[in-house]
């Protein structure tokens, strides 16, 4: 798993478990990854999260592709504790990241990241198929993460500073401005 972004192990591995469990499927027909990630949100949207901060352009990722692309935006002041700020967003392309899993078996592998993660997890409702935030305290990253099947993808930003679960409520509306736009 090394090809991909270290917070997104966990829900491989969670989708691991529920194909074990729902067994496989052909996945939906797919939308093609979008070419500029970084148009999903722009910099005075993101400016909710840090608005005393001068949040600049995204940087686009392109090396996971076929599977996915990423935008990341980066901020200071970088802090003992954590590091810089940045906000990064991931776009999945379901069919080749999951290979023959059933849109099915991909809302249920989302969805159980929220019953494994505690109280701290939590559905989202009304973006795609099944959305969900988790926070990784070690870390203090804050993500949420939606399955879109009508578009073939996984899509999840990924928040990390020092209040990123104070600013929950922000990050889902970040995610669900992105999946707007896909």
Known sequence: MSH????????VLGLGLAVLLAGTASAAGQEPLPADPCALLKS???????PSATIGSGVSDASM???????????GPRTPEW???TLTITVMDASKAWPGRSAEVLREGL?????????TASEVPG???????????????????????????LLALQF????SLANK?????????AAARL
């Not at 592709?65 to 901020?75: N, S």
């Open 127 to 153: 973006v795609g198929d099944a959305a969900a935030f988790t926070f990784e305290a070690r870390s203090s990253s804050a993500t949420a993460e939606a399955y879109l099947k009508a578009k073939g993808v």
């Open 169 to 177: 409520n922000k990050v889902v509306a970040l995610l669900k401005d």
């Open 160 to 163: 990390h500073a020092g209040d």
């Open 4 to 11: 991909l972004r270290p917070w997104l192990e966990p829900f």
């Open 111 to 119: 969805l159980a990241k929220v019953k494994a993660e505690g109280p």
């Open 65 to 75: 592709i076929p599977l996915g692309v990423a935008c990341t935006y980066t901020w």
């Open 83 to 85: 590091g810089e700020s």
């Open 44 to 50: 005075a949207e993101i400016q909710t999260l840090a």
